[in-house]
């Protein structure tokens, strides 16, 4: 009976795995660079490949159980990795982390010096760090579209949003930014549709149309379907993306400044106990922090913030983050677990998995949330 | 590559029984039944897949093996010791990278945003803040002068370093609490560090440095009215030449100009970006042509034909009134 039971869940998560890809790629999948890792349902894995400009989907396979939480932190996982592909700690970035949420796994992006080779690993409840093999899985690559003049060749992130994969990116040569979308389910050679964002900037006070989005969630609300983006500098903006038109210019509306000085590196979400939800900013300091022992550093913002409509709480009027105090206004907090984490990604409600730099040591390790 | 592989160089204790080689496929092959391959005295295995073929074990990196890494090498032989030898991989003929600027000669406006360093061979990425110094005219370092942003063309040779667009703008906090990246009419060194390797692992090997000429800086769209373009012959395979009046961004250059109807030949920009010029595969025919100019070309400072970098999106947009240049080729 177990043996039929999982027959079940097999079939059943192939065929709603098949519909996230269409006709993929059987085996044979080179990762050449890699920028971002996400994950939609399902183990579907999103590789933003910004050598090639594009984005790569891939079954890992990985569909759960939900049973692959790490146990205890991991120390000195940058040395292991490095060990793993045969240099010096100092010879690796690891570039991305994200947690797969239908097993609780985490996956790596590690980039290698001085040959710049890419590989993904992961690591599960037993700390263990295991190379992601990519020969015998299935998936696509969909190539995103270039400006007249110059090719994307940055992609910030990328993510999974029910009928489609978003990501954001900047040009090599004009100062720019995009944000595409590639239909699901998700077809190798598929065109994207693309489209520039037009953000107030709380910080001096104007619009721009060239700052490039460093890191987003898909969000859903009454009012629609949105990308909430993080710029350096720090606003947080949201653009409503229901029935936008390829080449479209979206004009975004300014929510949050979390103060000058800062570089967004990571964005998520989660509800508290209380069933309050939260965006969590994770961010770089170009100078020493004023309230933590390192320039990383998160803070977390009510989305009742997200969620405001009126002008006066809005672009102009945005919210500010008190730079002076470690909380305030009212829902916008500092993440004192953060400080420190170069990588991180929501784990679940009430944990973060974040990857740490204590000295030139990279350590990983759950954390809570608060 | 296979030069690498022929040159792979062997280090074998005398009191070694076991041998062990690099196979043509890049594969360690030893004979024995098990084998463990380390970076030097690390304690932690490469990642990689171990096959038996016959009497020997043939180990798989899970990425190819680095150049001037040595490898140590565990090797269980069939009476089940283990012995241990080292590997080093030693590339022969090294090249060794070098890097030019653009555009050259480097004269910058004041609020100048990006800059492209091309180097002769593909280089290691993640590094360039700690490879790459600006200098104020005293000598002073201009601390946080680069955006952090890592951008590198598609084969690995050329990188856009952005100045940092936070200090380089009017009124963005950075600007006001630290100032611009360039001060007005001073020259400034970029040093880039002799250690910055190429993927092939060989640095640099001496210091690189270049003269960066601010002047004032520049809120003006490139304008097209302002150019100069000289036609060439009919019957010739001369030149289409414009020249600007401001350097221009010398990457976009390359693709920003295009003839309609089209003509197949080469495009050559100046090291300077002050001038463009078009050689044609075949002679040129009598008659009017057209010059379409990509609206989206940027002049140094990030600014366009569709407008300046820094716009007040309240106020009227003030933009190149033409795209496109005529010219005409005569007999």
């Known amino acids: 009976m177990k043996a039929l039971c999982l027959f079940f869940l097999i079939v059943t998560a192939f065929v709603a795995s098949a519909a996230l890809l269409e006709s993929p790629q059987q085996g044979g999948l080179q990762i050449q660079s890699l920028s971002s890792l996400s994950f939609g349902p399902e183990g579907l894995l999103l590789v933003a490949e910004p050598a090639s400009a594009s984005v790569v989907a891939v079954q890992t396979g990985d569909t759960g159980p939900k049973n692959e939480r790490l146990a205890k932190p991991v120390a000195d996982i940058g040395g292991q990795i490095a060990a793993g592909l045969g240099v010096k700690k100092e010879d690796i970035t690891v570039r991305d982390l994200a947690v797969n949420p239908a097993s609780g796994r985490i996956y790596l992006g590690v980039q290698r010096r001085p040959d710049n080779a890419v590989l993904i690993v992961s690591v599960g409840a037993d700390g263990k760090v295991v190379p992601l093999n990519l020969g015998p899985l299935s998936w696509v690559r969909i190539t995103l579209p270039g400006g007249t003049a110059s090719k994307v060749t940055n992609i910030t992130d990328v993510a999974f949003d029910k009928d489609r994969v978003f990501a954001t990116g900047t040009c090599n040569e004009e100062f720019a930014s995009r944000i595409f979308t590639i239909p699901v389910p998700l077809k190798n050679g598929a065109t994207a549709s693309v489209f520039s964002a037009e953000t107030y900037h709380v910080a001096h006070r104007k619009w721009e149309t060239k700052a490039p989005i460093q890191s987003f969630i898909p969000h859903q609300s009454k009012e629609g379907t949105f990308v909430v983006g993080a710029f350096a500098c720090t606003p947080v903006a949201k653009f409503k993306v229901d029935d936008i038109q390829s080449g479209a210019q979206v004009k975004g509306v300014s929510m949050v400044e979390l103060g000058s000085g800062n570089r967004p590196l990571d964005l998520f979400s989660y509800s508290d106990k209380s069933g309050k939800e939260w965006l969590v900013v994770h961010t770089q300091r170009f100078k020493q922090n004023a309230f933590g022992p390192s320039k990383m550093w998160g803070a977390r913002i009510s989305m009742d913030y997200l969620d405001a409509k009126a002008p006066e709480k809005t672009n102009e009027n945005a919210a500010r983050r008190d730079e002076k105090e470690p909380k305030g206004p009212e829902g916008i907090e500092i993440v004192d677990a953060l400080f420190g984490a170069v990588q991180v990604d929501k784990l679940s409600d009430t944990e973060a998995v974040v990857l740490r730099d204590t000295d030139g040591t990279l350590s990983l390790e759950v954390a809570a949330l608060p | ?331």
């Open chain 2, 1 to 331: 590559m296979k030069r690498w592989l022929t040159a792979f160089s062997l280090w074998v204790s005398i009191a070694c029984a076991v041998e062990v080689r690099m196979n043509d496929l890049r594969q360690i092959e030893a004979r024995g039944s098990d084998v463990r391959v380390f970076r030097g005295d690390a304690t932690e295995p490469l990642f990689g897949s171990m096959v038996k073929k016959g009497d020997c074990v043939l180990f798989n990196a899970v990425l190819p093996l680095v150049p001037w890494e040595t490898y140590r090498v565990e090797v269980k032989s069939s009476d089940g010791n283990w012995s241990e030898k080292r590997l080093k991989f030693k590339p022969t003929a090294p090249v060794v990278p070098a890097v030019a600027i653009a555009p050259s000669p480097t004269v910058l406006p004041a609020n100048a945003l990006k800059l492209y360093l091309h180097f002769s061979q593909p280089m290691e990425q993640g590094v360039f803040l700690e490879r790459i110094t600006l200098q104020c005219q005293d000598g002073s370092i201009v601390h946080g002068a680069f955006r952090e942003t890592e951008l590198w063309s598609p084969d690995g040779k050329r990188l856009t370093l952005w100045l940092h667009p936070g200090r380089q703008k009017t009124g963005v906090n950075l600007n006001t609490d630290e100032g611009p990246v360039l001060q007005e009419s001073q020259q400034h060194r970029l040093r880039i560090a002799a250690n910055w390797r190429s993927t092939a692992g060989v640095a640099l090997g001496k210091e690189t440095v270049f003269m960066l000429a601010a002047g004032g800086v520049d809120h003006t769209y490139p304008d097209p009215q302002r150019w100069q373009i000289t036609a060439p012959k009919a019957g010739t395979r001369d030149p289409l030449v414009v020249r600007f009046d401001e350097p221009l961004d010398p990457a976009m250059l390359v693709s920003a100009l295009k003839l309609k109807p089209e003509v197949a030949g080469a495009v050559t920009v100046s090291p300077d970006a002050r001038s463009w010029s078009f050689t044609p595969a075949a002679e040129w025919k009598q008659g009017a042509g057209v010059l379409e100019i990509d609206p989206l070309l940027e002049d140094l400072a990030g600014n366009n034909l569709l407008g300046p970098f820094e716009v007040d999106r309240d106020a009227p947009v003030k933009a190149a009134k033409a795209t496109t240049m005529g010219f005409e080729v005569r007999g």
